[in-house]
């Protein structure tokens, strides 16, 4: 009888737990051992945000995991130990005969203290309620939408945030009074969706009446006067400001000996293994390189790599076909209307990612509603 470990209940870890059950006899054990008590996907916050739908409903507990033969320990887990195939936790040690590390990424913590000063972090979704109490007090001034540095999760998320809450401001009858701005460090608003892509997205801000400021590295943030200061001088004023801070794996990770110099597990990006049997790596957690940068830290990717090293480490374990990760996913773009475009391709191409941007229409927001229920009703429902 096997012990499978997965470490997360995110989109990595979800996938991996579910893959791991259908494959194993029925007598081994699969135990995922996550901090959180429950999931929900990434754009669940924006849509509270908008107004769309509550949080809540889009959320579920991972304790139904157990209704699914996956045994659920909620516990934060303090160190990996790669090489015994076990993990310290905040419930004692648990030992394993596999391990699938999904622990998500947290936030650059000189970020986080910026952030601390005034702004709220967009991403966080503790912050909602306060954010959402200041939405409801936006009647004039500025809101400032400000991704902070890379790499970030789901890069088109802070620009699906500004277009949908300028349109919730224009609902309320308030937008004419409320100047509507998002900075990014980056050249371009998506370059790993390359220049066409970035280009629409400006594009669809501009005509939404968003200012965008590219090349905008934030270098200071006075909550008192209400005042960013960018790197380059420029200083803008402030009503309401969210951040999006950049991603940093999380200590446990950063401190345990799969990960790289970065901080970061650099697996294999074909199967997901790691510098350790057994062991593999997927999600936010990891750094995959790609001809020009890296991997886009999103779901889909979480995701396809979890059920890719879920089979693999069966695999290790009893034989059997193994999988590898082409490099090809898709993200969602939303739009206001109920409109939702697609960029879609090879991540993995040479000498650069060859992805597309599909034009928005209202029967793609369908299929992103419906992908959200697929896995909350196939993981946890
Ligand atoms: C606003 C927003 C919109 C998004 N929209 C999309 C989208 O449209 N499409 C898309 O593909 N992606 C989207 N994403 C990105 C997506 O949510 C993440 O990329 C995805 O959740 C990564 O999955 P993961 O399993 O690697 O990590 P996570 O889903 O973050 O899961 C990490 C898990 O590890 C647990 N954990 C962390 N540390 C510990 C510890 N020390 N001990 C125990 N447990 C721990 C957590 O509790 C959690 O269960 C969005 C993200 C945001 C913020």
Same mark, same amino acid.
């Given at each position: 009888m096997a012990d499978l470990l997965v470490l997360g209940g995110g989109f990595g870890g979800l996938a991996a737990a579910h893959e791991l059950r259908r494959r194993l006899p029925r007598g081994d054990q699969v135990t995922v051992v996550a901090m959180s008590d429950r999931f929900f996907v990434g754009f669940a916050k924006l849509w509270d945000l908008a107004g769309v739908r509550p949080l809540v409903d889009g =959320?579920?507990? #991972?304790?139904? +995991?157990?209704?699914?033969?996956?045994?659920?320990?909620? !516990?934060?887990?303090?160190?990996?130990?790669?090489?015994?195939?076990?993990? *310290?936790t905040s419930e004692g040690r648990i030992t394993g005969d596999g391990m699938v590390v999904a622990l998500g990424a947290t936030y650059r913590p000189q970020h986080s203290d910026l952030v601390d000063a005034g702004a709220y972090n967009l991403y966080h979704a503790a912050s909602l309620p306060d954010i959402r109490t200041a939405l409801e007090d936006l009647t004039e001034g500025r809101l400032l939408v400000s991704i902070m540095g890379t790499p970030y999760l789901c890069p088109p998320a802070p620009y699906e945030a500004t277009l949908l809450l300028q349109q919730r401001l224009r609902d309320e009858g308030v937008r004419d009074q409320i100047d509507v701005v998002i900075s990014t460090p980056a050249p371009l608003t998506l370059?790993?969706?390359?220049?066409?892509?970035?280009?629409?997205?400006? %594009?669809?801000?501009?005509?939404?009446?968003?200012?965008? +400021? =590219?090349?905008?590295?934030?270098?200071? &943030? %006075?909550?008192?006067?209400r005042t960013v200061t960018f790197q380059n001088g420029t200083v803008l004023d402030w009503q309401l400001m969210l951040a999006v801070p950049a991603a940093a794996p999380p200590p446990v990770v950063a401190s345990s000996p799969l990960a790289g110099a970065t901080g970061w597990i650099e697996p294999d990006r074909h199967t997901f293994t790691t510098s350790a049997e057994r062991v593999y790596a997927v999600g936010d957690c990891t750094l995959i390189r790609t001809a020009t940068a890296q991997l886009p830290?999103?779901?889909?990717?979480?995701?396809?790599?979890?059920? &890719?090293?879920? =089979?693999? #480490?069966?695999?290790?374990?009893?034989?059997?076909?193994?999988?590898?990760?082409?490099?090809?996913?898709?993200?969602?773009?939303?739009?206001?209307?109920?409109?939702?475009?697609?960029?879609?391709?090879?991540?993995?191409?040479?000498?650069?990612?060859?992805?597309? +941007? !599909?034009?928005? %229409?209202?029967?793609?927001?369908?299929?992103?509603? *419906? $992908?959200?229920?697929?896995?909350?009703?196939? $993981?946890?429902?």
């Amino acid at each position: 009888m096997a012990d499978l470990l997965v470490l997360g209940g995110g989109f990595g870890g979800l996938a991996a737990a579910h893959e791991l059950r259908r494959r194993l006899p029925r007598g081994d054990q699969v135990t995922v051992v996550a901090m959180s008590d429950r999931f929900f996907v990434g754009f669940a916050k924006l849509w509270d945000l908008a107004g769309v739908r509550p949080l809540v409903d889009g =959320t579920r507990a #991972l304790q139904r +995991l157990e209704d699914r033969g996956i045994r659920f320990v909620q !516990a934060e887990v303090t160190a990996i130990d790669p090489a015994g195939c076990a993990v *310290e936790t905040s419930e004692g040690r648990i030992t394993g005969d596999g391990m699938v590390v999904a622990l998500g990424a947290t936030y650059r913590p000189q970020h986080s203290d910026l952030v601390d000063a005034g702004a709220y972090n967009l991403y966080h979704a503790a912050s909602l309620p306060d954010i959402r109490t200041a939405l409801e007090d936006l009647t004039e001034g500025r809101l400032l939408v400000s991704i902070m540095g890379t790499p970030y999760l789901c890069p088109p998320a802070p620009y699906e945030a500004t277009l949908l809450l300028q349109q919730r401001l224009r609902d309320e009858g308030v937008r004419d009074q409320i100047d509507v701005v998002i900075s990014t460090p980056a050249p371009l608003t998506l370059p790993v969706a390359g220049p066409d892509a970035s280009r629409y997205l400006a %594009d669809e801000l501009t005509a939404s009446g968003v200012g965008v +400021l =590219t090349e905008h590295h934030v270098s200071s &943030i %006075d909550g008192q006067n209400r005042t960013v200061t960018f790197q380059n001088g420029t200083v803008l004023d402030w009503q309401l400001m969210l951040a999006v801070p950049a991603a940093a794996p999380p200590p446990v990770v950063a401190s345990s000996p799969l990960a790289g110099a970065t901080g970061w597990i650099e697996p294999d990006r074909h199967t997901f293994t790691t510098s350790a049997e057994r062991v593999y790596a997927v999600g936010d957690c990891t750094l995959i390189r790609t001809a020009t940068a890296q991997l886009p830290k999103a779901g889909v990717f979480a995701e396809a790599a979890g059920k &890719i090293a879920a =089979t693999n #480490l069966v695999s290790d374990l009893y034989g059997g076909d193994r999988l590898t990760f082409d490099g090809y996913g898709y993200c969602f773009v939303e739009l206001p209307g109920q409109r939702v475009a697609t960029v879609a391709g090879d991540f993995y191409a040479k000498p650069k990612p060859n992805v597309r +941007l !599909a034009p928005p %229409d209202r029967a793609s927001f369908s299929a992103k509603q *419906e $992908w959200e229920e697929e896995r909350l009703s196939s $993981w946890l429902g």
